[in-house]
């Protein structure tokens, strides 16, 4: 399954499926990126950055795509399981902002069994 | 978990009250964040200290918000004469300052505000 345009606020796939939560970016300037999963009643837990000179990273059953271009972001989840399901925010920052965030709307991925 | 621990997990109050939320960031991290997140939407940022020092505040803080961290280690950020539109989602974060040009936060699970 795929989340398309900007403001898709929900994805459902089926288990075992692949994942791709899509997101658009404000600033050119940002130069790091940071996707977040937030489970129910839980804060954001860090799932994978990118730093602006890189365009593709993989973590475990996670890839994060960045293009600079079109100042668009992307989170890939293989073999999504029902585990997976909860609300993914992506997150830019530029250096001299420290560790303050911008953060997306947010799109909210549902697995069926 | 990571390590950020917030207190209390729930606060329900009546407006005009003041209330006070704690948090607990990792031991060896350095800066400290607060942000808000209410339903639907991302966190946004209020304020952020390294060590002691309060390095930034939002517009989004009025002046019925004071954040301190007064020993660089745990924080306390209150609100006073509290509103309904102060009702929403606190969220502390803890990062390390480091020769990496970004930070990586780590959130705790929030206080869940609720003005009646």
């Known amino acids: 399954g795929e989340s398309v345009g900007l403001h898709l606020p929900t994805l459902s796939v089926q288990e075992g499926d692949n994942s791709i939560i899509n997101c658009a970016y404000s600033n050119s300037a940002s130069d790091y990126f940071i996707w977040y999963k937030q489970e129910s009643g839980k804060g954001p837990q860090f799932i994978i950055d990118?730093?602006?000179?890189?365009d593709k990273r993989q973590g475990q059953r996670v890839t994060v795509l960045l293009n600079k271009t079109v100042k668009h972001l992307s989170l890939q989840i293989a073999a999504t399981q029902p585990g997976d399901s909860a609300v993914y925010f992506c997150a830019e920052n530029r250096d001299n902002q420290g560790g303050k965030l911008i953060f997306g709307q947010g799109t909210e991925l549902s697995v069926k069994p | 978990d990571t390590g950020v621990s917030q207190d209390p997990r729930h606060k329900i109050t009546k407006r005009g009250q003041n209330v006070t939320f704690r948090c607990d960031p990792i031991s060896e991290h350095n800066r400290l964040y607060w942000y808000r997140q209410t339903l639907g939407q991302g966190p946004e940022f209020l304020t952020y200290?390294?060590?002691?020092?309060?390095?930034?505040k939002s517009r989004l803080l009025s002046d019925r918000f004071s954040a301190e961290r007064p020993k660089g280690s745990f924080s306390t950020l209150e609100i006073q004469r509290t509103e309904q539109g102060d009702s929403a989602m606190y969220l502390c974060?803890?990062?390390?300052?480091?020769?990496?040009?970004?930070?990586?936060?780590?959130f705790g699970s929030g206080t869940q505000l609720s003005v009646l």
């Open positions: 200290f390294q060590n002691e020092a309060q390095l930034e």
């Open positions: 990118i730093r602006s000179n890189m």
């Open positions: 974060a803890s990062s390390v300052r480091s020769q990496e040009l970004n930070e990586k936060l780590f």
